[in-house]
């Protein structure tokens, strides 16, 4: 893949808590890191089986190899959220990860 193709920066976020001043908890999304990425956005719906609701892929997003990157995580475009659905896939090559996610914007 042509490193010029990572045009674009995003966020990786994780989720978390954080301490409401009153005993309880918040959740909220923490920055793991910022990273050069590709997107595309695609379109697929998976077949519903069973009476198990469709998961909505919108977009494929790709980064250079980085290990520990979960599907509870997030992605961050500007103002766009991407969920990530699924274990992010690593590449034959083993350079690139690349995630299948649901945008929201």
């Not at 990157?69 to 083993?94: A, C, E, L, M, N």
Request: with cysteine; aromatic share 10%; proline share 3%.
């Amino acid at each position: 893949m042509n490193l010029t193709k990572l045009n674009k920066r995003i966020t990786i976020q994780k989720p978390g808590k954080t301490a409401d001043g009153s005993g309880g908890f918040n959740d909220t999304w923490f920055d793991v890191c910022t990273v050069s990425a590709a997107i595309w956005a695609i379109s697929a719906k998976q077949i519903i089986t069973n009476d198990r609701p469709a998961t909505e892929i919108t977009d494929r997003i790709r980064i250079r190899y980085r290990r520990g990157i979960r599907s509870s995580y997030r992605i961050k475009h500007k103002t766009d959220y991407y969920s990530v659905f699924g274990r992010p896939i690593q590449t034959d090559d083993g350079l690139w990860l690349d995630m299948l996610c649901k945008g929201s914007k």
